[in-house]
């Protein structure tokens, strides 16, 4: 088939580029004019590149004529000194973009890449597609408003949209990890909280598979996946996993949540406004806070979707890049 990748320059976007690639499909990417160098590798392994932004109608208009799927994977992620503006300008307006594009052009079918965050704290783990939805940021707020953009949109003009929700994204390539890789390399990553909260992870391989059922399976049509992946621990079990694979010994101490979150707090409020990146987030504090655990059930039975790497050999596989790169 003819697809269209959006955010192929990023973590995500890129591998799935490279997995529809060896697919043998005929890959087209939209590409930023300021990411246009990150994009070579691609165009030398047969990408074709449109250069355009989301934000630019007549761009993905462009992009997108002819192609028989679209995977929306761009989107704009927790930048200091972003208001909730250039959000809405990204995640929501550029998502319309998409789908007014890819109607437009004859496109059959948008996967649109949405979030697992959009579910907030898991109270009743696991949680599956049809559990509350409870965004905890500006980042997942407006991704869930683009949820509902796709589905409206696929449901009034007849466009055939897949909605997926991705959990804790990892794997070679991957730089939001790495700061709790090399805090435990280096005995400095702080154990906030109990440590019982639980998280999960989904290896990159899996995730770029579950993505192309998403745009492949027939019955996927105007559905909604989470996308995880096959196992989930407790973040004191995840820092062991990780610790082990490092050979040092997990941290020992436990501080409170609640002064450290409130101190984010007030570094938003100071550092925010005057375009300066905060020292610490209130979100990373989340980390330590919120529970994560998703059931894939649906996607195993209706896209069947089938994760294979374990989170040993993730952990494993991903802290080989780490050293490869000298990052650890």
């Known amino acids: 088939m003819k697809v269209l ?3 192929a320059t990023g973590f995500t976007g890129g591998h799935l580029a490279w997995h529809l690639l060896a697919e043998g499909h005929d890959v087209a990417i939209l590409v930023r004019p300021a990411s246009v160098e990150r994009s070579h590798a691609l165009r030398k392994a047969g990408a074709a590149v449109r250069v355009g932004d989301l934000v630019d109608p007549d761009a993905v208009t462009s992009a997108a004529a002819g192609c028989d799927v679209v995977y929306h994977i ?12 250039a959000y809405t300008r990204v995640n929501v307006d550029g998502t319309r973009h998409v789908l007014e594009a890819a109607r437009a052009g004859g496109v059959r079918r948008v996967v649109h890449c949405s979030t697992g965050g959009v579910h907030g704290h898991i109270e009743h ?8 939805l409870a965004p905890g940021d500006v980042y997942q707020r407006t991704k869930l408003e683009a949820e509902q953009v796709a589905s409206t949109f696929g449901a009034t003009h007849g466009l055939d949209v897949v909605i997926a929700r991705p959990i804790g994204i990892y794997g070679p390539g991957d730089l939001r990890f790495l700061k709790m ?3 435990l390399a280096r005995g400095r990553f702080p154990m906030l909280g109990s440590g019982d909260v639980f998280y999960h992870l989904t290896y990159i391989a899996d995730l770029v598979r579950g993505f192309q059922l998403c745009g492949e399976v027939a019955a ?4 909604t996946y989470i996308l995880a992946g096959p196992e989930y621990t407790t973040l004191s079990e995840l820092v062991a996993l990780i610790a082990a694979e490092l050979r040092v010994e997990p941290p020992r101490m436990k501080f409170p949540v609640w002064p450290v979150w409130l101190a984010g707090a007030a570094c938003e409020a100071v550092c925010i406004p005057l375009g300066i990146e905060p020292p610490l987030f209130r979100r990373r504090v989340d980390f330590y806070r919120k529970s994560r655990a998703f059931d894939t059930t649906r996607a195993r039975r209706e896209l069947g979707y089938n994760p294979t790497v374990s989170l040993k050999a993730g952990i494993q596989q991903t802290a080989a890049w780490y050293r490869e790169q000298r990052l650890l």
Request: aromatic content about 6%.
């Open 125 to 132: 783990p696991p949680a599956n597609e049809d559990a509350p």
């Open 181 to 183: 890789f090399r805090g």
């Open 5 to 7: 990748v959006t955010g």
């Open 74 to 85: 761009a989107a704009t992620y927790r930048e200091a000194g972003q208001g909730e503006a």
């Open 220 to 223: 996927a049509a105007g559905r």
